[in-house]
Structures are given as structure tokens and as C-alpha cells.
């Protein structure tokens, strides 16, 4: 391990010259997704780029992020106001300063990729020395890093981790990634349709009937700055009413991302007569479709269950164009099931700088975070 060393970057234009041939597997890690986040990523952060060495040699690649949550309005609002005043309490005045390992505006494995194997030891190591590096940068700009995560890893990478590092590391798992494996057998969504139990196939027809009179449409680059502010409204709306947030995001973030990122990124508008009422947006991952940030006006979501409507969307999409699977990540998750996506558990793990508060850490954290109960559909005969 002696001939292993990082470097880590805080400008995307000094990254090495072949950082996306080893970050090829994976569009989130590429210098074109990078450069969206060090230009349109939300207010309150600040984001790291890690270059892995072997001798002079790149062989893998990483991403950190700082939050400020102090920055932050608030929270989410969706919860009852003694509970939201207490987690912002804790927020405020022991969480603040966060340091992410890995990419906490989306879900799944995005934090680092290496174009050889890499044993599960040598990784541990490499986050571990990452994270010091880091704190120790702050600490010099007069910044006291409070928490520190990593995530999103699936069960069996975790199990590995704990044997070296992370063995003394609060793990923890939130609600689960919704993934949908889509069968190879369908080629369009008359194959999607005629795989649904009764039930779900008369949920499918109810909902399709309620969206006829909304046109739905992919925007380009020009559309989407036209209806910029519009997009943000709807977008700031959801996001303000889920259960818990540690960012916004900037309002130039949409048309910066497709500017960037081209045809690897899209945004369906849905619009009444000429009102943009609705929107979602999916990225273009390989053979794996991302879903992305979405909104909706509240009142023609009920009329219409346009929510319900972009998940059909989506997986249509997916088929269609050959996807392998679809990522619908967490949150609304029994709807998520009922369209066919299945949850999948990803954890990750979480410290306290402060060694007295991280032992409190399991109870602090189930008060951030607090259980969710729901039933799984089966929409497929």
C-alpha cells in the first residue's frame, strides 16, 4: 500500500486529463456532471474531487462534499412542528458543519470508481485518510466539521467495510433504494401493461385517463431556461414539503445541467392549456436510468395524480430504450412498489467529531431520521 496515494481538487479544469476514461462506468463521477456540481450544486455546499495513485498512475476516483446546514432556511417542513423544531435544534447547534463521502444529492453507489479491483482494505484506508485530510482543511479555514457520512453502499460491500476502518463507525440504513430490474423479455410498455395483476392494470388505465388533457413533452436546453423560474417554483414546493432536507438547490441548476450535460440528461414538462403544472427529469447512466428532481403544482397533481403518472413515465422510458434498470430512489416508496420498483437496502455509516455526542449517535440519529412504516405492493401477476 505504500505506492498508494490521493490527491484531492477543489476546480473540475485541474482534474487529470484521463479522469473519464477511469470514472467511464460511471456519468456521475465524469468531468461533465462534476462541473454542474462545482457550478450550479446548492448554496450550502462545497464539493471535493479525489484522485486515487497508484505510483504516478490514476486508478480510481471519488467525490466529497461539504454542507453547511446553517445556510439552510429550513429543513422540510412536512412534519408535525415540535418534532421539526427539535431535529432543526439539533441541526443548529451540533450538526451543522457535514462532510459528506460520497454524493448526497443522489441515490445508490456514486461515491468512487477504480478501473482495476481494489481490495475492500485498501478502500477503507483511502476514505478513512480522505476524511482527516479534510477535517484537518477545514480546521484551517477556522471550520469545525461536526458530522461526517458515507454512503450509499449496498449490504455486502458494507459487511467488507467493517472489517477493516469502519468496524468502530456508526452504520446506518435509511429507507430503502426503490429499484426496478426490468425483464429483457419487454420491448415496450403494451409488454409492461399486460404483466399487472387486474388491480394494478385498472390503477394503470384510471390514471392514464386523468392525464389526458395534460401534454407531455421533453424540453430542450432553450425551453427549460424559458420556463426556468416556473420549474424552480414547482421544484422548491416538493422539496420544502418532504420529510427532511440538508439543500436546495441553485435555480440555475436545471439549465446549467442540461447545458452541461446534454442528451445524458432530461426534463419532461407537463402542461395544462400552456401552463407548465408539472416536471420530472432523468439521467442517463450506462444501462441504468437515474431518476432525477421532480415537481408539481399541488392542485393539478391531485386532478390529474401526475405524480403517479411521471413513475409510469419513467419506466416507460426505461423499456423503451433498452435500460437494464431503473433507479427510483428513496421516499413515496409504497407508490414506488405499485408501479413495480422494489426496495433494495443501501446503509452507510456516520460519526461525531465530538467523541461524547458520537456515542449518543444511534438515539441523535433516529431523531433526524425517524422509521417509516409501509406496505410493499406486488403489481405483477
Request: aromatic share 16%.
Amino acid at each position: 500500500m505504500e505506492n498508494i496515494s490521493f490527491n484531492i481538487y477543489t476546480e473540475v479544469s485541474t482534474l487529470p486529463s484521463n479522469w473519464d476514461i477511469v470514472s467511464s462506468s460511471n456519468h456521475f463521477l465524469q468531468k461533465p456532471y462534476l462541473q454542474v456540481l462545482q457550478n450550479a450544486a446548492p448554496l450550502n455546499m462545497e464539493c471535493f474531487y479525489i484522485g486515487v495513485f497508484e505510483n504516478s498512475e490514476l486508478i480510481g476516483v471519488s467525490i466529497a462534499q461539504y454542507l453547511n446546514v446553517n445556510k439552510l432556511e429550513s429543513f422540510g417542513e412536512r412534519d408535525n412542528y415540535l418534532k421539526t423544531y427539535i431535529r432543526n435544534f439539533i441541526f443548529k447547534n451540533f450538526c451543522s458543519h457535514v462532510l459528506f463521502l460520497g454524493n448526497n444529492m443522489i441515490t445508490g453507489e456514486n461515491s468512487f470508481t477504480f478501473k482495476k479491483q481494489v481490495e475492500t482494505k485498501l478502500i477503507s484506508k483511502i476514505l478513512i485518510d480522505c476524511t482527516e485530510y479534510l477535517i484537518h482543511y477545514f480546521k484551517n479555514k477556522k471550520t469545525k466539521i461536526h458530522i461526517v457520512t458515507y454512503k450509499d453502499f449496498y449490504k455486502d460491500f458494507t459487511q467488507d467495510l467493517k472489517k477493516f476502518d469502519f468496524k468502530s463507525i456508526y452504520e446506518f440504513n435509511t429507507q430503502p433504494n426503490m429499484i426496478f430490474n426490468l425483464p429483457k423479455e419487454w420491448e415496450n410498455k403494451e409488454n409492461y401493461i399486460s404483466s399487472f395483476t387486474k388491480k394494478y392494470r385498472d390503477q394503470y388505465k384510471r390514471a392514464h385517463k386523468k392525464i389526458e388533457k395534460i401534454n407531455t413533452q421533453e424540453l430542450s436546453l432553450e425551453e427549460i431556461i424559458i420556463h426556468e423560474e416556473r420549474i424552480y417554483s414547482l421544484y422548491y414546493h416538493v422539496a420544502l414539503n418532504a420529510p427532511f432536507n440538508t439543500f436546495f438547490l441553485s435555480k440555475n441548476h436545471f439549465s446549467y445541467f442540461k447545458k452541461q450535460c446534454g442528451n445524458r440528461f432530461k426534463l419532461f414538462g407537463y402542461f395544462k392549456d400552456d401552463l407548465l403544472v408539472g416536471f420530472h427529469t432523468v439521467l442517463l447512466n450506462e444501462e441504468t436510468l437515474e431518476t432525477y428532481f421532480l415537481g408539481y403544482d399541488e392542485t393539478f397533481q391531485k386532478e390529474h395524480m401526475l405524480y403517479l403518472n411521471m413513475l409510469y413515465n419513467m419506466t416507460e422510458f426505461g423499456i423503451e430504450n433498452n435500460f437494464k434498470k431503473i433507479v427510483f430512489g428513496r421516499t413515496a416508496l409504497e407508490i414506488k412498489s405499485s408501479i413495480g420498483a422494489k426496495p433494495v437496502v443501501m446503509t452507510g455509516f456516520i460519526y461525531h467529531t465530538n467523541k461524547i455526542i458520537n456515542k449518543l449517535m444511534p438515539k441523535i440519529f433516529s431523531k433526524l431520521e425517524p422509521e417509516i412504516t409501509w406496505q410493499q405492493r406486488h403489481p405483477f401477476k
